[in-house]
């Protein structure tokens, strides 16, 4: 019996012209989750990542707060992490694209960041249905696939305590895979999908179990309220 925790990359830099790296704001995320665990006396038998910049940058701040590296060496450390591309998050520019194939403004209002998140949902729900095939993406049967050799690896190979830092999408698709979801209500579980959020699943080598889902025990603090962000 093991439990494997999926977490989230920290705050991105969401409508930014490269969302693939951590905020400052990302990082202290990150960071904060390994000095929670590390105050527990947390260890893990092995970590899993996608091979995204922001899945690394998050595992470098998790190491660095459980003191597994100085500060200034946190980023080598994230080499030794398994690297797994089935981790890495679909391109959402390239889902919107599929239904509305003109580029979106920055959404930098609540309107724009709303309209942006409806047309993802509505991508999202034809692309996971086969009914369209964004450019440069694999079927969405692929894309799960992906994400479902990782939870396999995982149970053949391991009993302790497994890391995996990856992305919404992958993580809500391990646990619509493990809950049996429709596609509508595994998207519902990416959208509500928390930066550096933990979920749990406890493992034998039959199976995956749900423990908890999109938990953030490290942020619950007043003084971090401000701290727990979703894009």
Same mark, same amino acid.
């Given at each position: 019996m093991g439990t494997l925790y999926l977490v989230r990359h920290g705050q991105a830099s969401f409508g930014e012209q490269d969302y693939d %790296? /951590? $905020?400052? /704001?990302g990082h202290k995320q990150s960071v904060r989750l +390994?000095?929670?665990? !590390?105050? !527990? +006396?947390? &260890?893990? #038998?092995? =970590?899993? &990542?996608g091979t995204l910049r922001r899945h690394a940058q998050t595992w470098a701040g998790i190491a660095e707060g459980l003191g597994l590296a100085h500060p200034q060496d946190a980023a080598a450390h994230a080499s030794t992490a398994l690297l797994w591309p089935g981790l890495n998050e679909? #391109? $959402?520019?390239? =889902?919107i694209a599929t239904i509305h194939p003109h580029k979106l403004q920055k959404p930098d209002t609540p309107e724009l960041? %709303?309209?942006h998140f409806r047309l993802l949902r509505d991508g999202l729900t034809q692309w996971m249905n086969g009914v369209v095939s964004p450019k440069g993406m694999p079927s969405y049967n692929e894309f799960k696939a992906g994400v &479902?050799?990782? /939870?396999?690896? =995982? !149970?053949?190979?391991?009993e302790g305590n497994v890391l995996i830092?990856? $992305?919404g999408g992958?993580?809500?698709t391990a646990v619509g895979h493990v809950l049996g979801t429709t596609p509508e209500t595994t998207i519902e579980l990416n959208m509500r999908i928390r930066n550096s959020a933990v979920t749990e699943f406890i493992f034998n080598p039959k199976r995956h179990t749900l423990l908890s889902y999109n938990t953030l025990p490290h942020l619950d603090q007043p003084a971090l309220a401000d701290w727990i962000t979703s894009a």
């Open positions: %790296r /951590l $905020s400052e /704001l +390994g000095q929670y665990w !590390r105050e !527990r +006396g947390m &260890t893990f #038998d092995a =970590v899993i &990542t679909y #391109d $959402s520019e390239a =889902v960041y %709303r309209h &479902t050799s990782a /939870l396999d690896h =995982v !149970r053949q190979n391991f830092v990856s $992305s992958p993580i809500a």
